[in-house]
């Protein structure tokens, strides 16, 4: 009498299947393997890894300088609250509750808030989103309710919630949500004062309702729950004219014994490490929204060196993108000192900070990139200062054979 073959997983006969494999003890079929296989890849995807290595702090500052220019002060605050943010959700002591502590970057446009905001979802192992502030209004009126920021959270940890309640939120442009004025408004302010409202018990810790496909809420939908109180908020926004506000009080108040010559006199980056909470509250945002943040990280203005080096240095430098491009042509391509340096006086006149860099750049190579792909035997494209004042023909090497024929 024959012994029935059939797979140790499923129990499916040997005539049910396409290809039965043998062990020492057990066989399994092959839709098991690829059902196995599958589970792996997903594992693999997932971005919440619970054994993870703990970057400690200088670990992670040392990654965002690969990346990011300057800022010393601020990648030192996001590298220390990052980690304590790791910290806090392992620790299973009950005796002491560790709050988070919420961070807001404060500082100029394109001077790289966004940047290490995403630069750091690169090297952390917990999911990681980033939204705007700017369509977010008050729950019932046109636009995003705040439920929307969890729920790109939530997605960009393939919907499990329990890895996406120990993730990172970074939101921007959060500036464009103040009241218009420092007093409570007596209409509805649906846009700015509402959606701090909204916000405040998100930001501390709740357990939120998200619409799992986005867009406004109904009655009859399905909700997903996510508990707020472990996800680290990253807020950022330009806060422009807050300087003003600085001023107003650091005139006022006579901090540091400076006198209003003295005070007027100050860079725009020596008054914007004096901010504080007040100064805030006098821009628009309400008191309980202040409170939530206690982290503040003003960014600086970028200087020409550190404009330079931001063309040049860092792992996705644009001049190393452009290389890149140019080699796979088989071209080396190659800018003069002066050539950089005039870029950047470009750039400097916009008062965009690093965002300006790309748009020259790119204007200045658009023929030479259009033309290149026709041209043969090249070997070096060299990039002067012409080429950026004049418009002109950049310098092309032919190679050694070109040059004999």
Partial sequence: MTTKIFCSFC???????RRLFRGTHAYICDECVKLCNELLEDEKKSLYRPNFVLPKPQEIKS??????????????????????HYKRTMIADDDIELQKSNIL???????????LAETLSRLLHVPFSISDATPLTEAGY????????????????????????????????????????????ITRDVSGEGVQQALLKILEGTIAHCPPHGGRKHPEQEYIPINTKKILFILGGTF????DIIMRRLKKTKIG???DSEINDLSYDEIIARVEPEDLIKYGMIPEFVGRVPVIA?????????????????KNALLKQYAKYFEMEGVKLEFTDDA????????????????????IVENYMLDIMFNLPNLSGIEKCIITRNVITENASPEYVRSAKRRAQ
């Avoid at 970057?105 to 940047?115: A, F, Q």
């Fill in 257 to 259: 014994f400076l006198t």
């Fill in 105 to 115: 970057l404060i500082g100029p446009t394109g001077t790289g808030k966004t940047l």
């Fill in 11 to 17: 129990q499916r006969p040997k005539t049910a299947v």
């Fill in 298 to 314: 003003p960014f600086h203005k970028l200087s020409k060196p550190a404009m330079i080096e931001i063309l040049t240095k860092p």
């Fill in 340 to 359: 950089i340096e005039e870029i950047v006086n470009q750039a400097m006149k916009y008062d965009t900070g690093a965002r300006a860099l790309r748009s």
């Fill in 63 to 84: 990654f965002l300088d690969q990346y990011i220019i300057g800022q010393e002060r601020a990648k030192k605050v996001i590298s220390v609250a990052v980690y304590n």
């Fill in 240 to 243: 422009a004219g807050i300087e």
């Fill in 142 to 185: 046109v636009g995003e309710d705040v439920e929307n920021i969890l729920l790109r959270l939530i997605q960009a940890a393939n919907y499990d919630v329990k890895a996406a309640e120990i993730g990172i939120v970074y939101l921007d442009e959060v500036d464009k949500i103040a009241r218009k004025g420092d007093s409570p408004s």
